[in-house]
RNA sequence: GGGAACGUAGGCUAAUUGGCAGGCUAUCGGUCUUUCAAACCGAUGGGUGCGGGAUCGUACCCCGCCGUUCCUACCA
């Protein structure tokens, strides 16, 4: 491909299940790509394999992207609406002889393969229906709907550079003619790929590692055709938390799992950018700032394995510095889903304020606000532990002076001190009591912002129910 | 079996491409505080999968092993 092409990428999953952390990395680096190089983010859904594509797969692929926030500029294309298109293109390769019927049955070829297995061979197809020049073909069976295999070159070698592996050769002879049609007339991965990665003028194919193998026989397809070849760059895997390979049975989640999870969409892009990909020593960055700096050459070869803990760190941070507008949506959307209602309660986006650079997820967060909005109950430890005759006396008489307080933190805060001080108590003897009152638990934000934001009907309401 | 790739602290990674192995996370400790976090400071942890070779010198080049992964479909 020419560097004075405009860049256009693509992302083109399967739709056989959810959009995975794996496909969510590749679709990131594909779009980042693009955005980078001010060019065209394509998104294709590959939905030939009839058996195992679901419309409601293809929607959680959508789902799956618009939460991440990864737009394409065109499309969404379906391989089966290009039916027509693959038709045309198999016939012109028929008829330039660089594709052919072959009217081996399955049955055949399933025996071949396990010969060549027995023979401790490289299970391939042998050519028997390949023309050649001199050659005569066997005569063709009455019952077989042939298929159309692609007449890949017997000699030399397909080489690339690959963007992330570097240069890359392999012998076509390891490669066999391989099906572009099936029996049914229905087009095969490989050559639908090319053809609407020729089509859609793509300059550079981002994808996963698994696809490395089928670069050589898509070349040689590109090549038949005539057309150009794009630039390649594969990804490495992303491994499980465990160090063991993502698969539906064992850690491949939805991406929208960590949206149940309290992830914020941001938070989980920074992640997946810094998964095998850097900038330097750079970790925290913002989707303007990855998309200026993102480059091929910057990704790591080796398979990354994911690490959650990582992953709860950035969550953290993006949380601490986002708006509490923002998350006082998600939180009440949280909360509802629980009954629980924020409309008498105080104001919050204020107790948000609170807990915000204390939690590491959306859900740690709603889980610290909930006391505010339901009276808690503290368990018959904490109570027996914590409210003790000496305690109970000194919020009793808190609850006086609070009655009267100016309900500002700092005079809150001066109150409980000298409430302690008054019963010869240690500001945390009062306080922590305070806390297992209030919130149920021994551990908050400061008391007197506490006290503040809570009000002083629905304190002292909590402190006459001690 | 054949082919293609990949191995830097528990995890993610950097190293001006042959010249002092650095950062983040996690863990541990300290500071701050009104408790718990957060934040900040500090520490533990690697000699770059293993073994050879070339070189004054290698994480980086060459060879061999080992381990992991992918492909070897009328799946994608």
Redesign the pocket.
């Known amino acids: 491909m020419t560097t004075s092409s405009p860049v256009r990428t693509r992302f083109a999953?399967?739709p056989t299940g959810f959009l995975h952390i794996g496909g969510a990395r590749t679709a990131l680096f594909s779009w980042a790509y693009a955005r980078r190089h001010g060019g065209t983010f394509v998104l294709r859904i590959?939905d030939?394999?009839v058996a195992?594509s679901t419309p409601a797969a293809v929607q959680a692929i959508l789902d799956g992207m618009q939460w991440l926030g990864l737009a394409h500029d065109e499309g969404p294309f379906y391989q089966m609406q290009r039916m027509e298109r693959y038709k045309v293109v198999i016939q012109q390769m028929l008829e330039a002889g660089t594709a052919y019927h072959c009217y081996?049955?399955?049955d055949e070829?399933d025996q071949l393969?396990a010969e060549q297995e027995a023979r401790?061979?490289?299970?391939?197809?042998n050519g028997l229906w390949r023309p050649e020049p001199g050659k005569v073909l066997p005569v063709i069976p009455p019952s077989v709907e042939p298929?159309v295999r692609f007449r890949n070159p017997v000699e030399g070698s397909v080489v690339w550079e690959d963007q992330v592996?570097?240069?890359?050769?392999?012998?076509n002879a390891?490669l066999d003619d391989?099906?572009i049609a099936?029996?049914?007339g229905t087009p095969?991965?490989?050559f639908c790929v090319v053809v609407d990665d020729c089509d859609m003028a793509i300059t550079h194919v981002i994808r996963g590692?698994?696809?490395?193998?089928?670069t050589p026989r898509q070349i040689n397809l590109l090549t038949a055709l005539g057309a150009p070849v794009p630039s390649y760059a594969h990804l490495?895997?992303i491994?499980g938390d465990d160090?063991q390979?993502l698969s539906k049975r064992h850690g491949a989640v939805s991406v929208m799992q960590y949206d149940d999870d309290g992830y914020l969409p941001a938070a989980v892009l920074n992640y997946l950018a810094?998964?095998?990909w850097?900038h330097?020593?750079d970790?925290l960055f913002s989707m303007e700032q990855f998309v200026a700096w993102f480059d091929l050459?910057?990704i790591?070869?080796?398979?990354?394995?994911?690490?959650t803990?990582?992953l709860?760190?950035l969550n953290?941070?993006y949380i601490?510095v986002a708006d509490n507008a923002q998350l006082a949506t998600d939180v009440h959307r949280r909360l509802a889903q629980r009954g629980v209602s924020t409309v008498a309660g105080p104001d919050l986006e204020r107790v948000i304020g609170l807990y915000k650079?204390?939690v590491s997820n959306l859900n740690e967060l709603a889980d610290a606000v909930h006391p505010f909005y339901v009276m808690a109950h503290a368990s018959e430890d904490l109570r027996a532990q914590h409210l003790t005759e000496v305690a109970r006396a000194a919020l009793v008489d808190l609850a006086q002076v609070l009655a009267s307080a100016t309900w500002q933190a700092t005079d809150l805060?001066n109150a409980?001190k000298e409430t302690a001080k008054a019963q010869g108590l240690k500001?945390?003897q009062v306080?922590?009591p305070l806390?297992v009152v209030l919130l149920g638990q021994?551990?908050?934000?400061?008391?007197?912002?506490v006290l503040e934001v809570f009000g002083r009907d629905e304190v002292l309401r909590r402190l006459q129910a001690l």
Request: glycine share 6%.
């Open positions: 999953p399967s590959e030939t394999d195992r081996m049955s399955k070829l393969r401790k061979e490289k299970p391939r197809y298929v592996k570097g240069r890359v050769e392999f012998a390891e391989f099906i099936r029996a049914d095969t991965y490989n590692d698994d696809h490395v193998n089928n490495s895997m491994l160090g390979k810094r998964l095998g850097s330097g020593d970790e050459d910057h790591t070869a080796s398979a990354a394995q994911f690490n803990e990582k709860n760190w953290a941070q601490k650079d204390r805060g409980v500001m945390p306080a922590i806390r021994p551990q908050s934000p400061a008391i007197d912002a």
